[in-house]
């Protein structure tokens, strides 16, 4: 899985998965574009890379933002050959108890970010006549559980637009996959530990999760990005590959 001379952007590449998979891709060859909202996470990121790099400060739920991230990425690297979909964030709660404003949130980044990113990068994905586009979904999208409904219906459309958008535009020669990880040791998590009460016992039911009995690690989940970004994937079209140590089959 080389991909050097090759120019990937890669959402939400600040911390965590996004970062994992950035830093992968350069290091197998690729100009990788580090997006984020956090423009000194994404800067972070970028300056860890091996290759050449770019940090943009990005809110993926703009469109403006969105078209700037991609006529910076051109103007960088001349084109578009990997588009990875993965920014994404969610609240607790239920449809019952999620303010209106934190699910339109949720929507608009998990949801609308993989739309805006997508349809201004297509283009030029096209001109490659292989270009790939790999979103983020979530185990949780196959399953459901419980005070997560906003995140859990965000990553059930991300699985359905990654078939909807695979039918659409494999004849222009992209292809479109996603990744459904399961709970992995995060930022996101390694905050939530730091903030409860029993932290050893949120490790343990986080651990517990899994048959597999631990947290996914960001540089798996990149790996499985990586392996649908690559030509060893050359006919996976739509699919989404859940890695998620055997939580959805429980």
């Known amino acids: 899985m080389n991909f050097t001379g090759q120019t990937a952007i890669v959402t939400g590449a600040g911390s965590g998965i996004g970062k994992a998979a950035a830093l992968l ?8 574009v580090c997006a984020d909202l956090d423009a000194d996470a994404a800067a972070d990121t970028a300056a860890e890379a091996k290759n050449a790099t770019l940090a943009v400060q990005v809110d993926i739920s703009s469109s403006s933002d969105v078209q700037r991230l991609i006529s910076e990425t051109v103007d960088s690297f001349g084109g578009i050959d990997i588009l990875i979909n993965n920014a994404g964030f969610g609240f607790a709660g239920t449809v019952e108890t999620i303010e209106e404003d934190d699910w339109d949130r949720v929507m608009s980044v998990n949801v609308k970010g993989v739309y805006l990113c997508s349809k201004y990068a297509l ?18 999208a196959a399953v ?3 005070d997560r409904a906003a995140y859990v219906a965000s990553k059930g459309a991300v699985s359905a637009l990654t078939r909807a958008m ?5 004849g222009q020669g992209v292809r479109i996959n996603a990744v459904a990880p399961g709970t992995i040791d995060s930022p996101y998590f390694a ?18 999760r899994a048959p597999l ?4 690690q960001a540089p798996e989940i990149a ?19 859940t890695v998620d140590g055997g939580t959805s089959i429980w």
């Open 25 to 32: 891709f350069s290091e197998r060859g690729a100009n990788v």
């Open 191 to 208: 905050k939530m530990i730091a903030n409860s009460d029993d932290p050893d016992g949120l490790v343990a039911s986080l651990n517990g």
């Open 213 to 216: 009995g631990r947290m996914g």
């Open 123 to 140: 283009p030029e994905l096209a001109k490659t006549g292989n270009g790939r586009i790999v979103n983020t979904s979530s185990y949780t």
């Open 166 to 170: 695979a039918l659409d535009h494999i």
């Open 144 to 146: 459901g559980i419980t």
């Open 223 to 241: 790996e499985a990005i990586a392996w649908l970004a690559s030509d060893a994937s050359s006919f996976a079209v739509g699919t989404t590959l």
